[in-house]
């Protein structure tokens, strides 16, 4: 069966170091793997897509790197803010030709970062 | 300001009821979604229209009846409803093509729905 897994624990982390959360998926192929932010109360905010044939793809104080080989996904927060404390879900849709093309979600990682 | 807008933001309902949670978004996107995330946080989803024709509908029980009048909406209607189907409902839009996942989903501030 189809499986996305992030890691349940929380990720307590202290200010300014790099958070590192992990996103392993089976029995996918995808095109695409996306991150998003999700705050208490709020739903997910879109971060960045990372593409099959990329490797890394960076955004601000954000990483990402994708290897389909392990079929693994790493999520990268540089410098990291308390601000950044939220829960962290990875999503990816089950290959590109997939009758009803569906966006399915990790359960998420929450990061919690520490003055 | 362009969004994803939902109503209500709270829903608390007696078992048996039914009820409509409605949804707006004013980006021009084609693909509009609902999910449903439960106590573990886990977000599902249910379904799914493409320019007001139904393209995704998961294994919801028919008691869930979503309706899409034009592109810009999706309400979710509820009939005969359970301490089950006590969640939270989000709405989601992505651009046209975005089945692939070439694309970010805008998602909805959400809708608490408490069944007692």
């Known amino acids: 069966s189809q499986k996305i897994e992030q890691n349940s624990e929380a990720l307590n982390i202290q200010e300014g170091k790099t958070a590192t959360l992990t996103c392993n998926y089976t029995?996918?192929?995808?095109?695409?793997l996306q991150w998003y932010r999700q705050d208490p109360g709020r739903g997910p905010v879109f971060l960045l897509l990372i593409r099959e044939n990329e490797k890394e793809k960076r955004k601000e104080r954000l990483k990402v790197t994708f290897d389909t080989t392990l079929k693994q996904s790493l999520f990268h927060i540089t410098a990291s803010q308390p601000a950044d404390s939220a829960t962290y879900l990875c999503?990816?849709?089950?290959?590109?030709?997939?009758?009803?093309?569906?966006?399915?979600f990790g359960g998420g990682t929450r990061v919690l970062v520490k003055p | 300001d362009t969004a994803v807008s939902q109503t209500p933001k709270y829903l608390v309902t007696q078992m048996g009821n039914d009820k409509s949670i409605k949804c707006e978004q004013n980006?021009?996107?084609?693909?509009m979604y609902w999910y449903k995330q439960d106590s573990k946080k886990f977000l599902k989803i249910m379904f799914s229209y493409n320019n007001k024709e139904l393209i995704i509908n998961e294994t919801v029980p028919n008691r869930f009846s979503p309706k899409s009048p034009d592109k810009a909406h999706l309400n979710l209607h509820i009939n005969s409803l359970e301490l089950g189907d006590s969640a939270v409902y989000f709405c989601a839009s992505s651009r046209i093509g975005s089945g692939t996942g070439a694309s970010g989903y805008t998602f909805g501030s959400g809708t608490r729905l408490t069944v007692v």
């Open positions: 029995n996918y192929s995808p095109a695409y």
């Open positions: 980006l021009g996107h084609d693909t």
């Open positions: 999503a990816l849709v089950g290959g590109i030709k997939a009758a009803g093309n569906k966006l399915t």
